[in-house]
């Protein structure tokens, strides 16, 4: 708890010392954001107590440059971005962010970074109200490099009760709150609407398979798959086919470098074999980088296919910065 108020007291101080006053106070922040974090849990599966917690962090709670200067309230840096950038030092000086054009953007912007990045993945295999094994996932992945950073998540959920808004959903909300909603708000959000007061899991919820949205195609491997369209997501093809985003690394032994999908990707929805097909007896000292390829092609599963090969199964490294 002395840890928790040192850092407080030392963002509300360095605001002091440059001339400037926090424009919102943490309970403001909160008030302000509790809705959207909600909606982005019911949309895309991260439980809304992270989310809120994870901005005020990493924002101080909307006060910090980035937050005030980028819309950026994640600390989310460039990496593959195509839209307007902000310089900042952080790990490194003049790093470069993301930079958005408004706040709300920031936030959608943060549930698709979780949900794109395969090394995210097994954090959407837990329960959306285990706020302390979402901050460990975090921390693990490598989403900040601060030592404590789950624990600084945790507490500050803890101490702003912020997991109360895990077992909400965000039609709770325009219901009772904002009943003047317009109808393109309600349109938007009816996709999303589950009994009130029930648990949300991204574990446990049931979701249907959008019927005659994809084509399902079946290799010579008798193995099933789709191809990604433009702007696809592990998140939205996971969804589609009623599984979770873990399962489908799984059973397409996505390398954690492979972030992102591109369209044309071939992503299988099923377990690939682990028999090879005639077609594949002819491999003779393969490199290992391009097994995975190979592997993705004929629907075999990687292990098999470097068992085959007699190499071990490809290591690729993991980019530990959000």
Known sequence: MKKFLTLIFLTIFSFIVTGNTPKTSLEEYIETWKD???QQMNTHGVPASITLSQGILESGFGNSKLAVKANNHFGIKCHDWKGETFLKDDDKRNECFRKYNDAMQSFEDHSLFLTT???????????????????????????????????????????YDLNQYDTQTFTDFIVEENPEVNARTKAKTAAVVKPKNKVLSAKTTTV????????????????????AGNHDTFYQIAKEFGVSIYQLNRWNDFPANKEVLKEGDKIYIMRKRKSLGSDLTYLQDIES???????QEHGVQLKSLAEF????????????EK
């Open 208 to 227: 249907q398979k959008l019927e005659n949205k994809r084509q399902v195609y079946t290799n010579k491997n008798r193995t099933k798959y789709v191809i």
């Open 117 to 159: 990045r395969s090394r995210y993945a097994s954090l959407f295999e837990l329960e959306s109200t285990d706020y302390k094994a979402w901050a460990k996932g975090l921390k693990a992945a490598g989403y900040a490099t601060n030592p404590t950073y789950d624990k600084k998540l945790i507490e500050l959920i803890q101490r």
């Open 289 to 295: 980088k391009k097994l995975w390829e190979i592997s």
């Open 36 to 38: 959207v974090a909600i």
């Open 309 to 320: 090969n007699k190499t071990t199964t490809p290591y690729f490294a993991m980019n530990n």
